[in-house]
């Protein structure tokens, strides 16, 4: 599939380049990068610690504005939204999943499935709630705080959030990072079905080879660049291009 | 290292620190230049009759002093709670906890009594020119600089704060490093029995005061009972305010979260699940109302009760003398609000990249300062209420007292003002600079 125009892509990054820090404490985290995620894609991010998958995530997502270059998210270049039309842009169209921290303290497991539904002000299905929790193994667990629940636990409430309205693109850092192979293999399969069912797009990060290999294809990241990638790639593959990587 | 532990606490959360200070600060500037006035009222002949009520004006600030200290630390220490836990964790033994809190305590203390006793010179004379200048007093007040308000005034600044570092840093101390960490923001228990037990015998007091007061015979004599009822009341309401702030923040949600789905679920959530943050900045008002609304209004029912179609000078004067400890307890109101709604910019942040709108964020902290200065507010006025109508007894034989609509909302206004303010300004960095970086 050739695809020339940045329009084509669900989220197209054009030449990011994102710096933290300044003088001698500078990093910089993307450097140059240039790269789309078709539309139904599901794309997995993978290499070393440090070497800047959340800042990818963050930039491609809105959340964060990138130094140079431009975002587009559903045709928007999005670095030249306003915070309005960003938050809007973040409540209907992305749903995001955090390596950590990525509930409300206050609110209860469903209740902060629901937030960004009751944030534009529409009646979440109860039942479609009870479903997704249910699927990502909290059934009996709506009712809980945060501060109740366990690391892996909360994340995947974070999931359910993310996937309830079913947005067009759906990023997700370390979402199985977290969990046991029953409960990953079950959150890969609803990020699988989030692509083939929904047309959703869908961009993970995951240290995981297993899990890469439920995506379409393997971006891989090294030093802020983009260094390689593969099309459905086997456990293999990826094992050893990570160990090349190294 | 323990030192280089206390610096970076101070470092990466300088707004709370700064609050902190500031509070002592003023304390022990209200203690010692109340203390200078009352050491310069005591030796000359003709200002002896001023004694009594600037005596009166010092007793009130020192409490006020105590009472905002102890709850400005009890949120410095709710806020630290996580940094402790994380020096648990890596195996900073209880002992050691408590030193690095103890020792924070001191340098903060110290610093703030010695520049709040050097500020007390200069504002004991403002108060004593306001004092010549509204003909209250009849010559100067001299204000002498003796030693021994200094020393009061730091030991009031020093002692609570050690007092209340140590009691609110007790709990986090002892429960285990795990607990902290899972961020303990769920309050189990929102009334345990030491705070139960205080706030029973505090009410206890205050009802027996009241009784006392209402069996005087004039006015005089009733007045200053019912001042300690009030302080004995307000402590209770402080003590209790945990629940009492859960059941009433509860019922005024009720209708903004009807008004305003989002922001209201939020502002309910948050007043449900952190009663204490918000007993905490319910406090203040409180104080402020009750206090303030006792104090105004007791001059303006004695004054109709004896028939007066002008004020006495010795009646509103005494407002005027209590005006800097109102100017105080609002100055909290403004640091409770900011201090407790700083922790929150992680939340914040979460919120906004969930997709809360600008307009949306900001209604719903504006939403929950508001219902938690109305739950102060009423606090305050049903205390303020019970004195006055006590000596509204004492003075007719009934039940009745006189007030000011205008000045009642005005006195609302003010406390509404310093809320909004301490939220919106503290959060300001939060709800609108970048989520990343
Ligand atoms: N807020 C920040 N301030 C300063 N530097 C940062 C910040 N966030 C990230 N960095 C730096 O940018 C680089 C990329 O960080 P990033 O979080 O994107 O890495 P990552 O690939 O997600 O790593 P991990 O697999 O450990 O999560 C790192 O060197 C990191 O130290
Ligand atoms: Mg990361």
Redesign the interface.
């Known amino acids: 599939m050739i695809m020339n125009d940045p329009d084509d892509y669900a989220v197209h990054l054009q030449d990011v380049s994102r710096t ?1 820090g300044k003088g001698p404490t500078e990093v910089a985290a993307l450097r140059h990068v240039t790269v789309g995620f078709p539309r139904g894609s599901f794309t997995a991010v993978m290499g070393p610690s440090g070497s800047g998958k959340s ?1 990818l995530l ?1 930039c491609a997502s809105g ?3 990138p130094q140079t270059g431009s975002v587009r998210i559903a045709g928007r270049d999005i670095t030249r939204l306003r ?2 039309e960003l ?6 169209h ?1 749903g ?1 999943v ?1 390596q950590s ?7 209860t497991a469903a ?1 902060n499935t629901v ?2 539904t ?4 529409r009646r979440p299905d109860p039942a479609r709630v009870r479903d997704l929790l249910q699927r990502v193994g909290l059934a009996g667990r709506e009712r809980h ?4 629940l366990s690391g892996g636990q909360q994340q995947r409430v974070a999931i359910a ?1 993310a996937l309830l309205s079913r947005p067009e693109v759906l990023f997700a850092d370390e979402p199985t990072g977290a969990l046991d192979r029953g409960t990953g293999h079950e959150v890969l399969a609803l990020l699988r079905e989030a692509a083939d069912t929904y047309g959703q797009t869908v961009v993970m990060v995951t240290h995981d080879p297993e899990a890469a290999t439920y995506a379409d294809g393997v971006l891989f990241l090294t030093d802020g660049r983009i260094v390689d990638s593969l099309r459905r790639p086997s456990v293999d593959q990826i094992a050893a291009r990570l160990g090349g990587s190294r | 290292m323990m030192t280089t532990l206390a610096w970076s606490n101070v470092r990466t959360n300088p707004a709370a620190y700064a609050a902190t200070f500031t509070t002592i600060l003023l304390a022990v500037t209200l203690v010692g230049s109340s203390g200078l006035l009352i050491a310069g009222v005591s030796d000359g002949g003709e200002l002896e009759a001023v004694g009594a009520l600037v005596g009166t004006s010092a007793v009130i600030s020192a409490f006020v002093s105590v009472f905002v200290v102890s709850g400005m630390l009890s949120l410095h220490v709710m806020r630290q709670r996580r940094a402790w836990g994380l020096l648990r964790s890596v195996g900073l033994t209880p002992r050691q906890v408590r030193l690095l809190v103890t020792v924070e305590a001191l340098v903060v203390a110290a610093a703030a009594s010695a520049v709040g006793c050097a500020l007390a010179v200069p504002y004991a004379h403002g108060v004593a020119a306001v004092l010549r200048r509204v003909g209250f007093a009849p010559t100067d007040i001299p204000v002498a600089i003796t030693p021994v308000p200094f020393i009061v005034a730091s030991a009031v600044g020093m002692v609570a704060t050690l007092a209340a570092s140590r009691i609110a840093a007790r709990k986090a101390v002892r429960s285990g490093p795990l607990e902290v960490l899972r961020d303990s923001a769920a309050e189990q228990r929102i009334l345990p029995w030491p705070r139960a037990l205080v706030g029973t015998a505090a009410l206890a007091g205050g009802v027996v005061l009241l009784d006392l007061a209402s069996r005087q015979t004039e006015g005089g004599g009733a007045m200053e009972i019912i001042l300690g009822a009030v302080m004995a009341l307000c402590v209770a309401a402080s003590a209790l305010g945990t629940v009492v702030v859960r059941a009433l923040g509860y019922l005024l949600a009720a209708p903004v979260a009807w008004l305003d789905p989002a922001a209201g679920m939020l502002a309910r959530a948050s007043l449900a699940t952190q009663p204490r943050r918000a007993a905490s900045v319910a406090s203040p008002v409180m104080l402020t109302v009750a206090l303030m609304g006792t104090f105004v209004f007791a001059a303006a029912t004695t004054q109709t009760a004896a028939g007066q179609a002008t004020m006495e000078v010795g009646e509103w004067i005494a407002p005027a003398l209590v005006g800097s400890t109102a100017l105080y307890t609002v100055i909290s109101v403004l640091n409770a609000t900011a201090m407790s709604m700083s922790a929150r910019a992680q939340e914040l942040r979460l919120l906004r990249s969930v997709g809360i709108g600008p307009a949306q964020l900001t209604r719903a902290l504006v939403w929950e300062s508001l219902i938690t200065v109305a739950v102060g507010a009423l606090l305050g006025t049903a205390i303020a209420a019970a004195g006055l109508l006590t000596l509204g007894r004492v003075l007719t034989g009934r039940l009745w007292f006189d007030y000011s609509a205008p000045q009642y909302l005005g006195l609302l206004a003010v406390c509404t003002a310093a809320g909004l303010i301490g939220a919106l300004v503290s959060t300001r960095k939060a709800r609108r600079g970048p989520l990343v970086g």
Request: aromatic share 8%; glycine share 0%.
């Open positions: 933290y800042t963050q959340l964060d504005r915070e309005k938050a809007e842009l973040r409540r209907d992305v995001v955090f921290f990525n509930l409300v303290p206050s609110l209740q937030l960004p009751r944030l534009a002000r705080r945060p501060a109740q959030r």
